[in-house]
């Protein structure tokens, strides 16, 4: 059974940093593409991060210069480190792995990877 477990969310003002993490079991981590993604209450999901197996890595404009992704492949955890974070980077963050469509609707209804976590919750205060 693959599962991916998020952690590291929670509450900080604006300015701070928190470190996401997503353990994952069940698949061949090495050779999976990786990704990090967000939903706003109200809103769809929106991709934050990517990084493929190569090591190449992605990120949407607004968190150029803030936000690193980087895996442990020994631990099979991806990471997601937030730094200079702003109120509108409050939202439940998920984790995604496999670069295929999901056999079950995923929690952000998309079908760019096909295994997700169940979100943790991060929240920005001014």
């Known amino acids: 059974e693959v599962q991916l477990v998020e952690s590291g969310g929670g509450s900080v003002q604006a300015g701070g940093s928190l470190r996401l993490s997503c353990t994952a079991s069940?698949?061949?981590?090495?050779?999976?593409?990786m990704g990090w993604y967000r939903r706003v209450p109200g809103n769809g999901c929106d991709v934050v991060s990517q990084i493929w197996n190569n090591g190449n890595t992605f990120y949407v404009d607004p968190v150029k210069g803030r936000f690193t992704i980087s895996q442990d492949n020994a631990k099979n955890t991806v990471y997601l480190q937030m730094n200079s974070l702003k109120p509108e980077d409050t939202a439940v963050y998920y984790c995604?792995?496999?670069?295929?469509?999901?056999?079950?609707?995923?929690?952000?209804?998309?079908?760019?990877?096909?295994?997700w976590g169940q979100g943790t919750q991060v929240t920005v205060s001014s």
């Open positions: 995604a792995a496999d670069r295929r469509p999901p056999l079950v609707p995923s929690p952000c209804a998309l079908t760019d990877f096909r295994y």
């Open positions: 069940g698949f061949t981590f090495d050779d999976s593409d």
